[in-house]
C-alpha cells in the first residue's frame, strides 16, 4: 500500500545563492591610512641615501645626531654613530648621505674634519668656532662608487677638481719647505706645495707641487725650479748678490721657478713631470749646454780663490763656466802645476751658421772649422787670464782677452781636451816683479859695503877731526882779520858821518878844515873797500880758505 501512495505534494528542496554583505564606510579611514603608510615608507626608502662608513685617527668635536658633512659648506650629511676599531686604535664613525650627493661618494673622494688650524702657511677653519666641527668632503674623479672611506689627517691643499696641474720635484732635502707653500712665477704665487715623503731609496726627497690654471702652461720642459725659501745671499767672482721672491717666502719658504733664455722649445711638460729643485736660482739658471766643449787651462800660479762655477768671460760676457780645479803633471817637464777645466760652446764666441749650413754639415766638421776660426785668434793674442771678480773675498773668474805682444802658441786640437794657452794674470805679473827686485837686492853684497863703510867713517872721522882744527884756525886767524876789516869800516863810515855833520856846520872851501876831514875819510873808505874787495875776491877764488884756512905763503 505505501508503494502505491502518491508522493507528488512532498515538498522539493531548492538552492538558495548567498547574498553578499554591503561594505561599511568605517574601513575606509583604516584603508587610507595604510596605504599612506606605505606610501610614506616607500617614498622615504626611495629618498634615502647611502650609509658610509669614515674611519678616522682621532674625532675630536664628533658628535651623533649634530655633526654634519658639508660639500662646499651645504650639509649633505649627518653623523649617525661614532664607535672605535676593532683594535681600538681608530674611530669609525657612521654617517647618512642624502639621497642627491649619492654620486660625490666615489672611490677618490676624500673625508677630514674641519676644525680651526693656524700655521704658517695660513688660518682655516675659522667658522667651526661658532659652528662647531665638521666633516669636509672633497670630490674626487673616479666614477667607481665606495661607501668606506679612510679620512685625511689635515684638509687637502688642493682639490682634485681643481685646474691645474701636478709636478714632482726632486731635492736632496726638504729645506723650509711645508704644506702649502707658495709656487711663484715671476714672483707672482702661482701654486703650492700640496705633499712631500722620503724617496724609496733614502737619498732624496719626492717633493708634490700643484701649479693653478692658467699658469701651469708655463711650465714647459726647460723649466727650472729652485729653493725660494728665505734670503738668498751670495759672494762669488760677480759681488754680493742677494735674492729674495716675498715676504711670506722669508717666514714659510717657497719655491719658484722659469724657462732660462737659452731653451728655445716652449712645450708644456705634462701632469706628473719629474724636476730636480736646485738650491738657488743661480744653480739653477746656469746653462747646461750638450754642444759645449772641455778645454784645460794650465797656469804657473796659485789658484786660490777660483771655485767651480766661477764664470768664463770673454771681452765681459759670459761664455762657459769652470768645471773643474786640480793639479797637471807635466811628463815630460817633470812639473806639477795647477790647472783648470773649463766647458763652453765656441760658438758664443763667433757669430752664428745658417741653419741651412749647420744641417749641410756634420759636428765633427763644424767643430774643425770652429778650432781654425780659434786658433786664428789665438795667432793675434787672445788668451785666458785669472783676474779678480771680487775684491773683499779674493774670488776669481777666468777672462780671454786679446794681448797683441803675446808670443805665438800653436794649440794641439786633437788633444783632449785641447789645452789653450794662458796670461799670467797682474797679480801674478807685479809678484814676479817684486821677486826679481828681491833677487837683485839679495845678489847686492852688504857685507862688503858693510866694510866699506866702516872705512869710509873712520876716514871721516879723521876728516872731521881736521875739520875742527881746520875750524879752530878760522877762529884764530881769519876771523879777527875780518873783524879788523869791519872795525876799519866802521870808523871810516862813522869819519864820513862826523865830516857831513861839520859840512853842514862850515864854510865849504878848498883850504877848509872839513874838506881835508872829508878827503881823508874818503880815502879810508877807499882803503877798506879795496880791502874788503881783496878779501872777497881772494875767497871767491879759494873758498876752501873758510875750512883750511889761508895758505903760508913761501918767503
Given at each position: 500500500m505505501s508503494e502505491n501512495k502518491d508522493v507528488s505534494n512532498i515538498p522539493q528542496a531548492t538552492t538558495?545563492?548567498?547574498?553578499?554583505?554591503?561594505?561599511?564606510?568605517?574601513?575606509?579611514?583604516?584603508?587610507?591610512?595604510?596605504?599612506?603608510?606605505?606610501?610614506?615608507?616607500?617614498?622615504?626608502?626611495?629618498?634615502?641615501?647611502?650609509?658610509?662608513?669614515?674611519?678616522?685617527?682621532?674625532?675630536?668635536?664628533?658628535?651623533?645626531?649634530?655633526?654634519?658633512?658639508?660639500?662646499k659648506d651645504v650639509n649633505i650629511g649627518q653623523?649617525?654613530?661614532?664607535?672605535?676599531?676593532?683594535?681600538?686604535?681608530?674611530?669609525?664613525?657612521?654617517a647618512k648621505i642624502a639621497k642627491n650627493a649619492e654620486n660625490l661618494l666615489v672611490k677618490d673622494a676624500k673625508f677630514w674634519i674641519m676644525q680651526p688650524r693656524i700655521t704658517l702657511s695660513g688660518v682655516s677653519g675659522i667658522g667651526t668656532l661658532l659652528s662647531g666641527n665638521y666633516i669636509g668632503l672633497g670630490v674626487g674623479k673616479s666614477t667607481e662608487k665606495q661607501s668606506i672611506f679612510i679620512g685625511l689627517d689635515t684638509p687637502p691643499i688642493i682639490m682634485s677638481t681643481e685646474p691645474g696641474r701636478q709636478f714632482l720635484m726632486k731635492a736632496d732635502n726638504l729645506g723650509s719647505l711645508g704644506f702649502g707653500s707658495p709656487i711663484y712665477y715671476r714672483r707672482l704665487a702661482v701654486g703650492q706645495v700640496i705633499g712631500y715623503d722620503l724617496a724609496k731609496d733614502g737619498k732624496s726627497v719626492d717633493i708634490k707641487v700643484f701649479v693653478n690654471a692658467p699658469y701651469d702652461k708655463y711650465v714647459t720642459k726647460g723649466a727650472r725650479f729652485w729653493q725660494a725659501s728665505g734670503i738668498d745671499f751670495s759672494m762669488g767672482a760677480n759681488g754680493l748678490a742677494i735674492h729674495t721672491q716675498s715676504l711670506t717666502s722669508i717666514l714659510v719658504g717657497g719655491i719658484a721657478f722659469e724657462t732660462p733664455p737659452y731653451f728655445e722649445t716652449t712645450e708644456q711638460a705634462a701632469e706628473n713631470t719629474v724636476f730636480t729643485l736646485f738650491e738657488n736660482q743661480e744653480a739653477a739658471t746656469a746653462k747646461h749646454n750638450m754642444h759645449a766643449t772641455p778645454y784645460m787651462l794650465v797656469f804657473n800660479e796659485s789658484l786660490r780663490g777660483l771655485s767651480v762655477g766661477a764664470p768664463v768671460t770673454y771681452l765681459g760676457l759670459e761664455i762657459g763656466e769652470v768645471k773643474q780645479v786640480g793639479l797637471h803633471y807635466d811628463p815630460d817637464a817633470h812639473?806639477?802645476?795647477?790647472?783648470?777645466?773649463?766647458?763652453?760652446?765656441?760658438?758664443?764666441?763667433?757669430?752664428?751658421?745658417?741653419?741651412?749650413?749647420?744641417?749641410?754639415?756634420?759636428?765633427?766638421?763644424?767643430?774643425q772649422d770652429r778650432h781654425g776660426r780659434f786658433q786664428r785668434s789665438i795667432d793675434q793674442g787672445l788668451r785666458a787670464q785669472l783676474r779678480v771678480g771680487n775684491i773683499?773675498?779674493?774670488?776669481?773668474?777666468?777672462?780671454?782677452?786679446?794681448?797683441?805682444?803675446?808670443?805665438?802658441?800653436?794649440?794641439?786640437?786633437?788633444?783632449?781636451?785641447?789645452?789653450?794657452?794662458?796670461?799670467?794674470?797682474?797679480?801674478?805679473?807685479?809678484?814676479?816683479?817684486?821677486t826679481r827686485i828681491l833677487d837683485k837686492i839679495d845678489k847686492i853684497p852688504f857685507d862688503d859695503i858693510g866694510k866699506d863703510a866702516k872705512k869710509t867713517i873712520a876716514t871721516l872721522d879723521e876728516t872731521l877731526k881736521d875739520a875742527k882744527k881746520i875750524l879752530g884756525r878760522i877762529d884764530t886767524e881769519i876771523v879777527p882779520e875780518v873783524k879788523t876789516t869791519v872795525e876799519n869800516l866802521k870808523r871810516a863810515v862813522a869819519a864820513a858821518e862826523r865830516a857831513l855833520v861839520n859840512a853842514d856846520k862850515t864854510l865849504v872851501g878848498p883850504d877848509a878844515p872839513a874838506n881835508q876831514e872829508l878827503r881823508d875819510a874818503l880815502?879810508?873808505?877807499?882803503?877798506?873797500?879795496?880791502?874788503?874787495?881783496?878779501?872777497?875776491?881772494?875767497?871767491?877764488?879759494?873758498?876752501?880758505?873758510?875750512?883750511?884756512?889761508?895758505?903760508?905763503?913761501?918767503?
Open positions: 538558495v545563492p548567498h547574498k553578499r554583505a554591503r561594505f561599511s564606510v568605517i574601513w575606509i579611514i583604516p584603508i587610507i591610512a595604510a596605504l599612506v603608510g606605505i606610501g610614506i615608507v616607500v617614498q622615504r626608502f626611495l629618498n634615502e641615501g647611502p650609509t658610509i662608513t669614515i674611519t678616522f685617527k682621532v674625532a675630536e668635536g664628533i658628535e651623533v645626531g649634530k655633526t654634519f658633512v658639508k660639500y653623523v649617525t654613530r661614532v664607535s672605535l676599531s676593532e683594535d681600538y686604535s681608530q674611530v669609525v664613525v657612521t812639473t806639477i802645476k795647477p790647472h783648470v777645466m773649463i766647458l763652453f760652446d765656441l760658438e758664443r764666441f763667433f757669430s752664428r751658421f745658417d741653419n741651412r749650413q749647420l744641417a749641410e754639415r756634420d759636428q765633427a766638421s763644424t767643430l773683499v773675498t779674493g774670488q776669481l773668474y777666468i777672462a780671454f782677452d786679446k794681448f797683441p805682444h803675446a808670443p805665438k802658441v800653436k794649440v794641439d786640437w786633437k788633444k783632449d781636451p785641447p789645452q789653450l794657452p794662458v796670461m799670467p794674470s797682474g797679480l801674478a805679473e807685479f809678484q814676479m816683479k817684486i880815502q879810508e873808505v877807499a882803503s877798506a873797500a879795496r880791502a874788503l874787495k881783496v878779501f872777497v875776491e881772494y875767497m871767491d877764488s879759494h873758498p876752501e880758505a873758510f875750512i883750511r884756512g889761508k895758505t903760508q905763503e913761501k918767503p
